[in-house]
């Protein structure tokens, strides 16, 4: 077969997807021309499709990467070897294809504001306008979630009605503490999925974001319920979505992480990579980003810690890998694996003005750890304190907070810390949780004004979460009187559906009590017997039916003992001698009793 022909079958299998062909073809026609771009290009498109990047890095290592920058930079950037991609945008020339690659990389390595520029510069070419504003919105919510400078979002009306850009504001939205303003975003985003006939995976994916919010809005049994359902529905997730969903379900379930053997398995079975070259989402080439490596990490530095295993060379690996994963250390040297004083030490020397939150819990813990709560507090008040007016706090960081103030004794400190931070939890509408902490604190309190606030608040909580008993024990306490807990039977039952429970096999239990049968039989009366010569004048002996020595009337007969029969004048044995050691047999005469026979006893 001549060049021409194998080159015009090259470009058929490429256009008709036929990758196996393909490369087999450009393999053939390379040996007529080494050096023919086109043919190095078909040949690692076709690599790429058959997601063959280590053959293909080969052959750019064999015959370079220039004329092939495009096919390089993919190919480097699929296989997260950045550097190399670096090195490849520096000598190539502005290409749109590139921009898209170098965006997404930069997106990839948490260089949002690098991303961000990227993407702007794209959307000045009026090219995949959509996609591109999905894409800024994606950087926007890392973004806010990273607790950095946000920038403006493009808003179009094609984009406010794309399942995925409703996603990322719903993401943003939750990084700024609305979770009730997420989760109507996330409600029009499924809609959206909907009318687009998306398939079921990208609603479940919708789903899973949900439920998250609900976990962290301390709504656990809606969170769970809603994973439950994704479980069972049976969808195909990508691997990353499955494996963050199943994280998310072994948090939710203490029956799981009480062996955290069982736990570490489950996970493993959704994709956790438990080495560094096992294939999965978290391998080092997987679509997961290095924030959600670093909870799946310290997820497993946990587990294996509570399984009673050695964390201390884990721990270090992951430090390494990840910088900011301080919290790793302090995971270890509970588990009794390292130095504390060490440690502190040389978080002070990482972070000494208290500005990464990860490094300002995992100080805090190691200050507890040696008895040091004032330490603790200083260290976390400073992190608070240095954030900007408009951000409201984490819920957990103000829970830490005010738990190590109240373990010094400073109940007044703990409750003005709650108070600051729920002024502005209520203006981006406060978690359920953090509402009804700070009701709690306020309870705690002597000041009159303080105990009507908390009265009050309680109140709304008993409201909005009717069933959950917490705040309507609280109330009860607070108003002196137990009406706040009555509730109806009707009330409490509402909401069970038997026939369900029925069918998912919950066993309804039975009485122990056995219902009395009503028999349709009359039963006939049996006539008394009375003897023929019964006196009907004279009243029956009641114990009549009895045995004669079993009535009250019987008297035994006595009976005389028998006569003692002596020697004296009985038959004697010759053959017994004084100091014989051995005795025969002797019979004995008995006499025969004279007078009557007596009777025996009937």
């Not at 490849?88 to 290409?95: F, G, M, N, P, R």
């Not at 809606?222 to 072994?250: F, M, P, Q």
Request: charge should be positive; charged fraction near 25%; proline fraction near 4%.
């Amino acid at each position: 077969m001549d060049l021409t022909t194998l080159i015009d079958k090259l470009n058929v299998s490429s256009a008709a997807s036929a990758h196996d062909q393909a490369y087999s073809f450009a393999c053939q026609a390379e040996k007529y021309d080494p050096k023919d771009l086109n043919i190095q290009r078909h040949k690692l498109v076709a690599l790429i499709h058959l997601e063959k990047f280590d053959e293909a890095e080969q052959v750019l290592q064999d015959k370079g990467t220039t004329g092939l920058e495009f096919e390089a930079a993919y190919i480097y950037y699929r296989q997260g070897k950045h550097a190399e991609l670096a090195k490849v945008l520096e000598t190539a020339q502005k290409d749109t294809r590139l921009i898209h690659i170098a965006a997404q990389a930069a997106y990839k390595e948490e260089d949002f504001d690098r991303a961000y520029e990227l993407t702007q510069e794209l959307l000045g070419t009026g090219i995949d306008e959509l996609d591109l504003l999905v894409n800024e919105s994606a950087i926007v919510a890392q973004q806010a979630l990273h607790r950095q400078g946000v920038f403006p979002l493009t808003m179009t009306s094609t984009a406010k009605s794309s399942h995925d850009f409703l996603f990322n504001r719903a993401i943003a939205e939750l990084s700024e503490g609305r979770y009730d303003s997420a989760l109507d975003l996330l409600s029009q985003a499924q809609v959206a999925c909907s009318e687009a006939d998306m398939p079921a995976e990208e609603i479940d994916t919708v789903k899973i974001q949900a439920a998250y919010i609900h976990q962290l809005k301390g709504d656990t049994a809606e969170a769970k319920r809603i994973l439950d359902s994704v479980a069972e529905s049976g969808s195909h997730l990508s691997g990353l979505t499955d494996l963050v969903a199943a994280n998310n379900a072994v948090t939710l379930s203490p029956d799981i992480t009480f062996n955290p053997n069982v736990a570490l398995r489950k996970l493993q079975d959704h994709g956790l990579g438990l080495s560094s070259t096992a294939k999965g989402p978290t391998a080092p080439n997987g679509p997961a980003i290095q924030a959600q490596r670093k909870v799946f990490a310290l997820n497993r530095l946990i587990l294996e810690g509570s399984a009673g295993k050695d964390t201390s060379k884990l721990a270090k690996k992951l430090t390494r890998t990840y910088p900011g994963l301080v919290s790793a250390q302090v995971v270890a040297a509970t588990n009794g694996n390292s130095d504390l004083e060490d440690l502190i030490e040389t978080l002070r020397k990482r972070d000494p003005k208290c500005t990464n939150i990860g490094s300002v819990l995992a100080i805090a813990q190691a200050y507890v750890l040696t008895g040091r709560l004032q330490a603790a507090y200083d260290a976390l008040t400073t992190y608070i304190n240095s954030l900007p007016e408009n951000l409201a706090p984490y819920p957990g960081l103000i829970a830490a907070t005010s738990s190590i103030a109240r373990l010094m004794g400073k109940k007044k400190l703990a409750l003005k810390l709650i108070e600051k931070a729920n002024t502005q939890w209520q203006k981006n509408s406060a978690p359920y949780s953090a509402s009804l902490a700070y009701a709690l604190s306020l309870l705690e309190s002597n000041k009159p004004s303080n105990q009507k606030k908390a009265k009050n608040l309680l109140l709304k909580l008993v409201e909005k979460k009717p069933r959950d008993e917490i705040p309507r024990i609280a109330l009860s306490g607070a108003l002196g009187t137990q009406e706040v807990l009555t509730r109806e039977i009707p009330d409490l039952i509402s909401g069970v559906d038997v026939d369900n429970l029925e069918e998912v096999g919950v066993i309804i239990p039975q009485s122990k009590k056995r219902s009395a049968e009503v028999s349709t039989k009359t039963s006939k009366k049996r006539k008394t017997k009375i003897p023929a010569n019964a006196d009907p004048a004279v009243t029956p002996d009641p114990e009549r039916w009895l045995a004669k020595r079993d009535r009250s009337t019987y008297k035994p007969k006595k009976v005389k003992g028998k006569k003692v029969q002596n020697t004296q004048g009985g038959a004697v044995d010759d053959s017994l001698e004084l100091g014989s050691n051995t005795a025969e047999k002797t019979t004995v005469v008995k006499s025969k009793a004279k007078g009557k026979k007596k009777k025996g006893k009937k």
